[in-house]
Nanobody, 124 residues
Framework: QVQVVESGGSLVQPGGSLRLSCVVS????????IGWLRQAPGKQREGAIC????????NYVDSVKGRFTISRDNAKHTVYLQMFDLKPEDTARYYC?????????????????WGQGTQVTVSS
């Protein structure tokens, strides 16, 4: 049975840091690109950052450049999203998603498996 489970979301002050985790089961991370996508209230879901399955290269939306990093530990079936210098506009529900293939995508369409999401709220 495929499962994608995110954790680590929280309320954090502007300028703070947070690390999200995504644990998968039922499939091998070796063959899946992983994305962290987010959806703010009243907005469409968007890709924030993603990582290839093959070479570990990452792609990200400009608004998170220099502040978000993504990493994967295939042996632990886990992908991490480290967020620094968080801003109120980062407030959203963050979803981990898996897409079979080598190259990751920031577009929500095409992902095969999704988690339920974890809430990140940036507010003073």
């Amino acid at each position: 049975q495929v499962q994608v489970v995110e954790s680590g979301g929280s309320l954090v002050q502007p300028g703070g840091s947070l690390r999200l985790s995504c644990v998968v089961s039922g499939f091998s991370l070796d063959y899946y690109a992983i994305g962290w996508l987010r959806q703010a209230p009243g907005k469409q879901r968007e890709g924030a950052i993603c990582i290839n399955s093959s070479d570990g290269r990452t792609n990200y939306v400009d608004s998170v450049k220099g502040r978000f990093t993504i990493s994967r530990d295939n042996a632990k079936h886990t992908v991490y999203l480290q967020m620094f210098d968080l801003k109120p506009e980062d407030t959203a529900r963050y979803y981990c998603a898996a897409q079979r293939g080598r190259i990751c995508s920031l577009y929500p369409n095409g992902y095969d498996y999704w988690g339920q999401g974890t809430q990140v709220t940036v507010s003073s």
